[in-house]
């Protein structure tokens, strides 16, 4: 699933992010680009990243496809 459309960034960018260490959303912003341009998924992002932090995972749909 996108998170932003205006990057091209799906779910598992963001998850790879924080793989990769990101753990705030300046850092996934820096890294990802995401909310830089309309800021409509910054929101999301957000919300993915918080989950993700959290160990909430029932409560994120990732896209296995993407």
């Not at 705030?24 to 309309?38: D, F, W």
């Amino acid at each position: 699933m996108y998170v932003c459309i205006c990057n091209g960034i799906t779910e598992r960018d963001v998850h790879q992010a924080i793989d990769q260490g990101a753990s705030s959303y300046r850092e996934l912003k820096q890294n990802l680009q995401v909310g830089s341009c309309c800021g409509k998924c910054a929101c999301f992002a957000r919300e993915l990243l918080q989950s993700r932090l959290q160990g909430d995972f029932a409560s994120l749909c990732v896209d296995a496809a993407a």
